[in-house]
């Protein structure tokens, strides 16, 4: 794609989410961002990875700096890679064929900026056929930086039969920052293969974020992604894609705890290619405060028998937050079994008293069922990375107000 | 040990109860019969202070203080606690999990969950969200075994029996003795005969709710024989004709 394409990209707003003006914030150099510890642990712990992050990370990013020294070797004794994408590309001829196909950069301004302004920083993973990654692969992208725009590029491989289990935490210091985050995100799950996705997201009230997902999954194989978002953000619109093949299967599991005034914009999308292939999206909102979430979700039937399922749930807290629930199912196939299930209301009363009944206060009442309410078990996880969202979500449940 | 003194319950501004007295003391059972719409919910939920049930009038006393006025999970903690006649299914809720919580905020012993549960036969039920998915009488024996489970010093059961099969109410009843026999008081709303037979030795007393308030309190001689009889609306109309 030539220069003056992704110029003019540059000021394509996406259809979905308030458009932002890209020129708030400044690019980063290579190589820029320091490595405190006490920094990286304070956020970890807000995305409930624990504190001695720097040991257990199998990739960590803070701002431009890619802390290399921390990828795992064991992974590299079974053949996996994990570089930074630019390293890949320009070590691994091969790697080139997955770069920027499934996202194309003239998507939106944030595409555009990231192509052009991103030096392909960002992981790269790579699991050969046949291997099984059991224990999960933690990948961190954090900033620390004021007015900064972190544009992220990342490329996963799943080659026919393997298995990954990847966790991404991305966040900032509970502190303003006034910065942008962009990653896209192409996936690429082989044939048979399996690719957990677990991704917990803690940024701070001026934070502007947008990834940007497509994953495609081969003839037989499985994606599994779990979405958590709790902190305030300006705004976050993000709205992952992902085709099934053949045989193929997805879940893809959101929580979008929303809080302060912040606008978030989250979709999930599945477009059922191959016959025999199955979908479902499960979506849990929580509405705090003034902010406002439009929960978006779309199922497609191109190719049948298929099955595909939309269940999209929201909660109110309180007086001044909204929901929008907009499930979407599309057909083009007479075999494609599509439907959905979407309610919005408030904590029922009902429920407190049952609880109250049983010597729970109100709080902790309220607690429970929040926590009730956000727990969508995902026994395909991994146990520490269940162990991992379970803290979150009590975190995030603690925090219950009427 | 809890004690109801000239009573009155209302939903909001209608009047359902008036003048209730009652005296439960330790290791008592307590039944009360009363047709379907006679206040048997309105008076366990008024005395437990659930909304929208009130107690307008009268006193509730427990252990020497007056409780009247205590939010629910005050007296509960006390031990007094409430076994819903519907639990409401809680979604997301392990039913497990909130058992062991109840355990551990209650300091209960895990053999006596053990036995309960055994008894009881919730085992299956306990890897399910609260009350979610599960027909009548398994919700019965769960909020039953919940109930049981915190220990409470009076247990307020409301209508365990229904929808239960006779297997379950031997169960039940089985559960229920357990629980006598361990130190809790109770108050029964029950429908079954079979139950009240099931228990006959260990009740203390029967009371007839009719027409909002109770028109008879005697002993399980002096009332189950004639609802055997007369079947139970028609022994109820006439204890109440008696009064
Ligand atoms: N939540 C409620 N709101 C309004 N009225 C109620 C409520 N619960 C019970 N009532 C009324 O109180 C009366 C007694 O009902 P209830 O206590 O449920 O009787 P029982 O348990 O003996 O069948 C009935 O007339 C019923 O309509
Ligand atoms: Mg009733």
Redesign the pocket.
Same mark, same amino acid.
């Given at each position: 794609m030539d220069r003056e394409t992704l110029l003019k990209a540059l000021n394509k707003p996406s259809p979905y989410g308030p458009d932002v003006d890209l020129s708030r914030f400044n690019v980063g150099l290579a190589g820029e961002g320091v490595l405190e510890e006490g920094e990286v642990d304070k956020i970890s712990s807000r995305l409930g990875l624990g504190s001695g992050l720097l040991r257990k990370a199998d990739y960590l990013q803070v701002n431009e700096s890619v802390l290399s020294k921390f990828m795992r070797e064991k992974l590299t004794e079974r053949g996996a890679v994990v570089l930074p994408t630019s390293e890949a590309l320009k070590k691994l001829d091969w790697v080139r064929e997955y770069s920027w196909r499934l996202v194309k950069p003239d998507t939106d301004k944030y595409t555009a900026a990231t192509k052009l302004y991103g030096n392909e920083l960002g992981f790269f993973i790579y699991v050969p056929p046949g291997i099984k990654i059991k224990d999960p692969i933690y990948t961190c992208l954090f900033i620390t930086r004021k007015e900064y725009a972190q544009l992220l590029h990342n490329i996963v491989v799943v080659d026919d039969g393997a298995e990954l289990n990847l966790v991404t935490g991305c966040g900032v210091p509970d502190q303003p920052l006034g910065s942008l985050h962009v990653g896209i995100s192409e996936y690429y799950v082989g044939r048979g293969s399996k690719l957990t996705y677990t991704m917990i997201h803690a940024w701070a009230p001026d934070m502007v974020v947008r990834p940007r997902t497509v994953v495609k999954v081969g003839e037989g194989g499985e994606y599994v992604s779990y979405y958590v978002i709790y902190s305030s953000v300006e705004s976050l619109q993000t709205y992952p894609k992902v085709y099934l093949g053949e045989g193929a299967k997805a879940t893809l599991n959101s929580i979008v705890v929303g809080d302060g005034k912040s606008v978030y914009d989250v979709g999930s999308a599945i477009v059922l290619e191959g016959k025999d292939s199955a979908g479902e999206i499960l979506s849990r909102n929580l509405g705090r405060g003034s902010s406002l979430i439009y929960a978006r979700s779309r199922i497609e039937g191109r190719a049948g028998p298929s099955r595909g399922h939309i269940e999209c749930l929201g909660l109110i807290e309180g007086d001044n937050a909204i929901i929008e629930s907009l499930p979407e199912i599309s057909s083009s196939s007479p075999e494609a079994v599509l439907t959905h299930e979407a309610a919005i209301g408030k904590i029922s009363e009902d429920l407190i008293s049952y609880l109250l009944s049983k010597g729970f206060s109100e709080e902790e009442a309220r607690a429970a069922i929040v926590k009730g309410f956000l727990n969508i078990e995902e026994p395909k996880l991994p146990q520490q990375v269940r162990e991992v969202i379970k803290r979150t979500i009590e975190y995030i449940a603690s925090k219950a107000v009427g | 040990m809890l004690e109801l003194r000239e009573v009155d319950v209302a @939903?909001?501004k209608?009047k359902?109860?008036s003048n209730i007295n009652m005296v439960v003391k330790p290791r008592e059972l307590h039944v009360v019969l &009363?047709?379907? &719409?006679? &206040?048997?919910?309105?008076?366990?939920?008024a005395v437990m202070g659930i909304k929208?049930?009130e107690v307008i009038k009268g006193s509730i006393i427990f252990e020497g203080s007056d409780i009247t006025q205590e939010p629910p999970h005050v007296k509960a903690r006390k031990g007094v606690v409430v076994a819903y006649?519907i639990p409401p299914p809680i979604k997301g809720l392990v039913a497990g999990r909130f058992a062991e919580e109840l355990m551990r905020r209650f300091n209960v012993e895990s053999s006596y969950a053990e036995v309960l549960s055994e008894v009881l036969e919730v085992r299956d039920l306990l890897s399910k969200y609260l009350f979610d998915k599960m027909s009548g009488g398994e919700k019965k024996r769960l909020e039953t075994f919940l109930t049981l489970l915190t220990k409470p010093k009076v247990a307020l059961l409301?209508?365990p029996d229904s929808g239960v099969d006779v297997e379950s109410l031997n169960r039940m009843s089985e559960a229920l003795k357990v629980a006598l026999s361990k130190g809790t008081s109770m108050v029964l @709303?029950t429908h079954s005969l079979h139950m009240l037979r099931l228990l006959r030795d260990h009740i203390t007393s029967v009371h007839v709710?009719y027409g909002g308030t109770v028109v008879h309190s005697g002993l399980y001689d002096e009332v189950v024989p004639s609802i055997e009889r007369y079947g139970f609306s028609g022994a109820l109309t006439q204890l109440a004709r008696m009064g």
């Open positions: - | @939903v909001g209608r359902i109860l &009363g047709p379907n &719409g006679s &206040g048997k919910t309105s008076l366990l939920n929208p049930y006649q409301d209508e @709303v709710l």
